[in-house]
């Protein structure tokens, strides 16, 4: 992996990771995106394919709606309203402005990707990590509709409540829609990325045995 690059992110991680801490609280770290961007950064420095596949299964797809809702909320069109943190004039600009990571964060998984192959084990560890962690916002942290005393800490985190942070989902009882939901994000989201991905990318093992060597033509006659 280029030097500039892991310099380069982890620079950015370097101002980030505090001012999200003091703005957002700890709690802010456990969203799918914050995940992924971890793992990008262990995956530049370790330069092992695993973590970086396990952020590209789980979060390519959704980082896309982020960038489609933000563009819809700049438009005046609100699709669900998940960007709409971003328009929050009781947020400084440079707060707000370090969220466009969602933007790049999918290239630079791509890159390294392509770089170090995808890891086909990636779907089913990310699977236990995004799982893992929609059951530790259920249970640990602050529901929908909770009201903080800091408004920019977080509830509902990874929706596990449903997609209004105002307020839970109510067609479902709040346990079986957690089921659903955790069951919808495996089923419409990581496994088509995982197939996606194994069919577009090398293996870590065939990137390092290299492209094969094509037969000498005294072999192809023998």
């Given amino acids: 992996m280029p030097l500039p690059l892991k310099l380069v992110v982890s620079a950015f991680l370097a101002v980030m990771v505090p001012v999200y801490y003091l ?9 799918f995106c914050d995940i992924a961007l971890l793992l990008c950064f262990i995956s530049l420095w370790t330069e092992s394919a695993l973590p ?57 998984l791509l890159f390294l990707v392509k770089r170090l192959g995808y890891d086909r084990r990636a779907l089913w560890a990310w699977t236990g990590l995004g799982w893992s962690l929609c059951l530790v916002a259920y249970f640990l ?14 509830v509902n985190i ?10 839970a989902q109510t067609w479902l009882p709040a346990p079986v829609y957690l089921v659903c939901w955790m069951a919808t994000l495996l089923a419409l989201v990581y496994v088509p990325t995982h197939f996606v991905l194994r069919k577009v990318f090398q293996s870590p093992m065939q990137l390092a045995k290299g492209p094969e060597k094509p037969q000498s033509n005294a072999r192809m006659a023998a």
């Avoid at 703005?23 to 969203?31: E, V």
């Avoid at 699709?79 to 370090?98: C, E, Q």
């Avoid at 990874?158 to 307020?167: E, H, K, M, P």
């Fill in 158 to 167: 990874n929706y596990v409540f449903g997609f209004d942070d105002a307020q």
């Fill in 141 to 154: 942290l602050p529901a929908a509709g909770t009201v903080m005393s800091d408004p920019k800490i977080p």
């Fill in 52 to 108: 970086a596949s396990m952020a590209a299964v789980g979060i390519l797809l959704p980082q896309a709606f982020w960038c489609a809702d933000f563009l819809g909320e700049l438009l005046g069109v609100r699709l669900v309203g998940m960007t709409s943190y971003m328009f929050d004039p009781n947020r400084s600009l440079f707060l707000r402005g370090l969220s466009f990571f969602h933007g790049w964060l999918p290239f630079l």
């Fill in 23 to 31: 703005n957002y609280g700890a709690t802010n770290f456990l969203y």
